[in-house]
T-cell receptor, first 113, second 113 residues
């Protein structure tokens, strides 16, 4: 069964600090891995998409890494801002004729002033 | 920037009643999806729709659910006889290519009493 596990479940950091969120997956056949940011009461917004051949991708202060061998990904947030407070969801796509997305439960990040 | 629009933002209904959730996907997109998120849980796939027909559906999407694209712009999710456990945030999403970046709407919070 395809699964995506994220850690930590929640995290509190001070404004301006960096943090790293983790994602482990068992999804087959792997197509791509996505990180989404979900503000409370809103829909997820795409941050990055990485395919098998990509091991890092940046979007502003967000940098995602992918190790397809160990089936692990991380999302690093640099110089955090209050607006970064949100749930960060790892989503892995499997493709076998059609795309199936498996969502993680997310890491709830709170950036404190 | 174009966005996926969902209405209503909140819907309260009595158990057993029919509800229709409405979505206007991004205009040039061809693939449409419904997801749901029960409070505190991860996002779950319901159904995907392409070329005016369902391309994939999950176990959640039983006979009580149906989708329709009645015209060139709207995409609806109907729940015929709502149950308490249908209470969730329902997200519509669209993309211009399968397995590409998904754009999510802000969701409809459905409360079944």
């Amino acid at each position: 069964k395809n699964q995506v596990e994220q850690s930590p479940q929640s995290l509190i950091i001070l404004e301006g600090k960096n943090c790293t969120l983790q994602c482990n997956y068992t999804v087959s056949p792997f197509s791509n891995l996505r990180w989404y940011k979900q503000d409370t009461g809103r829909g997820p917004v795409s941050l990055t998409i990485m395919t098998f051949s990509e091991n890092t991708k940046s979007n502003g202060r967000y940098t995602a890494t992918l190790d397809a061998d160990t089936k692990q990904s991380s999302l690093h947030i640099t110089a955090s801002q209050l607006s970064d407070s949100a749930s960060y969801i790892c989503v892995v796509s499997a493709y076998s004729g059609y795309s199936t997305l498996t969502f993680g439960k997310g890491t709830m990040l709170l950036v404190s002033p | 920037e174009p966005e996926v629009t969902q209405t209503p933002s909140h819907q309260v209904t009595q158990m057993g009643q029919e509800v229709i959730l409405r979505c206007v996907p991004i205009s040039n997109h061809l693939y449409f999806y419904w997801y749901r998120q029960i409070l505190g849980q991860k996002v779950e796939f319901l159904v995907s729709f392409y070329n005016n027909e369902i391309s994939e559906k999950s176990e959640i999407f039983d006979d009580q659910f149906s989708v329709e694209r009645p015209d060139g712009s709207n995409f609806t999710l109907k729940i015929r006889s709502t149950k308490l456990e249908d209470s969730a945030m329902y997200f519509c999403a669209s993309t211009d290519r399968g397995d590409e970046k998904l754009f999510f709407g802000s969701g409809t919070q459905l409360s079944v009493l």
